[in-house]
């Protein structure tokens, strides 16, 4: 709405904010790190988190994430999501003078916060009630997949091979659901049909 009533060009404005985004992106993560939320899968790497304490233990009366060992998925954000990407758009913008192509900074945020968000899925532990979808897509690669698209499409008026390697992913997307059918992945099925305090009360045996 700013941008119409002052007649700035959306595309401009968007390239101009996108830069700061990883910056507030970076700091939420590692906010929901030190709060012991929105944790990983459980793992057996070296570095992997206990995201149980007193002062967990004492706001829910147990420990949601249980005492196994969990992928520190919200640093992995803050790493990809945050400093990474803030200095690739800070690269393309001062290195590359991208800023001269309007969109294509914010193209290359969609595009990079996209897949960098649906690759953590996979170590990021998925959230209570969220429904299963097929070959194991979890809602926030589902939710990933439009911003996917669209920064491609933006980037892509600068590139046009672009468009003949993203019709080629979309035909082999559509390939890959449709051999699926509609067999939903049942993995994660012990997080739907309950609330948030019952899984973890089923699951720890309380």
Known sequence: LYARSQKIDMLRLGDLVAPVVPIGLMFGRLANFINGELWGRETTVTWAVRFCNDSIQRMYGFCPAGDAPRHPSQLYEAGLEGLLLLGLLSLGIWKIGLLKKPGYITGLFLLFYGLSRAALENVRQPDVGMPDFPLGLTMGMMLSIPMILVGAWLIAQFHWILYVFGAFLLFTGWKMWFAAGQEP???????????????YRTRDGR
């Open 185 to 199: 992945d049942m993995e994660n099925q012990a997080l739907n049909g309950g609330s948030f305090y019952d899984y």
